[in-house]
């Protein structure tokens, strides 16, 4: 299993922008896709935000931050980037980032998809 990191995650007033990183080490195989999640607080559900295939690059994200975020892989770092713009107060939690080295027999948005995850970055945003 890899190991991922996050990193980027602090506070930023509504209308600002964060950039998120996921970095991985210390894996053997690498990943078919990455996604973020997000939790807004301790006990509530963890929502998936966005995801990148690793052959193609190719990204999907959630309606809820489609136009605002954008998912980009940098190949040669090992490293998933989660750009964040236009923030609003409802972006904030704690910030995951997951790897799926299996292909999944259901939606990318599944927590059961993904076999390493990192252990989260803070986002919180002020209005």
């Known amino acids: 299993q890899a190991q991922l990191e996050e990193s980027g995650g602090g506070s930023v007033q509504a209308g600002g922008s964060l950039r998120l990183s996921c970095t991985a080490s210390?894996?053997?195989?690498?990943?078919?896709?990455v996604a973020w999640f997000r939790q807004a607080g301790k006990g509530k559900e963890r929502e998936a935000v966005a995801?990148?295939?690793?052959?193609?690059?190719?990204?999907i994200y959630a309606d809820s931050v489609k136009g605002r975020f954008t998912i980009s892989l940098d190949d040669a770092k090992d490293t998933v980037y989660l750009q964040m713009n236009s923030l609003k107060p409802e972006d904030s939690g704690m910030y995951y980032c997951a790897a799926a080295i299996l292909w999944f027999d259901g939606s990318w948005s599944s927590e059961r998809a993904y076999n390493s995850w990192g252990q989260g970055t803070q986002v919180t945003v002020s209005s």
């Open positions: 210390r894996h053997t195989n690498t990943p078919n896709y």
């Open positions: 995801v990148i295939y690793i052959s193609n690059s190719r990204p």
